[in-house]
C-alpha cells in the first residue's frame, strides 16, 4: 500500500464522519486564531508605545523644575523654579555629547481667533527648541533668534489649535489673541500625535520665550530667568547615561548642592522611558500568547481524543485490513494522516 492509497482512505474516513471532523477542526482554527490574534494585539501595542516614545525623541533628556524638600517633605516638579535659561547655555556648552538645550516656560491660556476660541498650552521657546524636539514646522517659519531678542509677538500653532482655530483656513499671516494679546502667525508644526501618557501633543502654541515672560505668562519674581524645563537633545552616538550623569553633575554644582541633599530639580531621560514600556509590552504580548496558547492546547487535546475513539471505534476495521495484508505501518501512517489533515 502506498502512502496515496493511505491518503485516499483517510480523507474517505474523514468524510463519514464529517461533524466529528469538523468540531474537530473548528477547535484548532479557534486556538490557532487566538494565539496569532493576541500575538498580534501585543506586537501592535508595543509598535504603538515605540512610537509614541520615538516623537518625543530617543536621544532627549528633559530637565523640569522643581523637586524642593521643606519640612522633611519632597515637593513635585513644577513647585518651585529652579533651573534656569544660564543651566540650559551652561549645559550646551561644558556637556560634550549634548547638540542643543532649549529651556522653555509653559502654560495654558485662551486663544481666540474672530469669534473662535481654544484652550490650549502656550510654550514659550527659544530657536532651537524645535531641533530638540525634533519637532518641523510644514508651513512658514519656527521661532528664531531675533524673536527671542526683541520678544516679538509671532506664533507658531500645532495642528489641533490651528484646526480649531480656523478650519480649512491658511492660519499663516493671521492674527490671533493670547489673553488679549494680539499674535502674528508665522507657522504651523508637523503632526506629533498623542504622547505615551496619552496628552495631545498637537495642542499647542509655541511663542518666543522672552515674550512669554514679558506678555503672556509672566516671570518669576525671585528669579526673571527661571524656565520650567529644559529640553536636551543627545548627539546619536553618544551614551544617553553617562550624558545624563554629567548634565546632574552639572546642576548640582551650579546649585550649589551638598552631596546630603536632593536634587532640585527632575531628570526624565527618554531613552530609559522606550525601553521600560518595550519591556512592559514586551510581557504584554508574552502573557496574551500564553493565554491564547490554552485555546490551541484545547484543540489539540480535542484531536488526541477524537482520534483515539476513531482507534477504538474501528477496531474490527483494523483486524480485517490486516487480515488481508496490510502490515502494522500502513495503519499507523493512515491515521497519521487524518490527524495531519484536521
Known sequence: ???????????????????R??????????????????????????????????????NLIIVLSGSTTSSGVRAGHGSQLTITEDDAAAIAREVAGVQVAAPAVRGVAQVVYGNLNWSTVVQGVTSVYNEARDWPVVAGRSV????????????????????????????????????KVPFTVVGTLARKGQSSWGQDQDDVILIPLSTAKKKVLGVSQANP????????????????????????????????????????FWLRNLSEVLQTQEESSRVMTYLLAAIASVSLLVGGIGIMNIMLVSVTERTREIGLRMAVGARRRHILLQFLIEAVTL
Not at 48 to 54: F, G, S, T, Y
Not at 146 to 175: H, M, R, S, Y
Not at 225 to 231: A, D, F, K, N, P
Open 225 to 264: 530667568r527661571s524656565v520650567g524645563s529644559i529640553s536636551i537633545k543627545v548627539r546619536p552616538d553618544e551614551d544617553m547615561a553617562e550624558a545624563e550623569a554629567q548634565i546632574r553633575a552639572l546642576l548640582r554644582q551650579r546649585h550649589r548642592l551638598q552631596p546630603f541633599q536632593d536634587d532640585d
Open 1 to 19: 500500500m502506498n502512502v496515496w492509497q493511505s491518503v485516499r482512505i483517510a480523507t474517505r474516513s474523514l468524510r463519514v464522519n464529517m461533524l
Open 21 to 58: 471532523s469538523a468540531l474537530t477542526m473548528l477547535g484548532i482554527i479557534i486556538g490557532v486564531s487566538a494565539v496569532i490574534a493576541m500575538v498580534g494585539v501585543g506586537a501592535g501595542a508595543q509598535a504603538r508605545v515605540a512610537e509614541q516614545i520615538q516623537s518625543l525623541g530617543s
Open 144 to 179: 528664531n533668534p531675533e524673536d527671542q531678542d526683541g520678544a516679538t509677538k509671532v506664533a507658531v500653532l500645532g495642528q489641533t489649535t490651528a484646526e480649531n482655530l480656523f478650519g480649512g483656513v491658511d492660519p499663516l499671516d493671521q492674527i490671533i489673541r493670547i489673553k
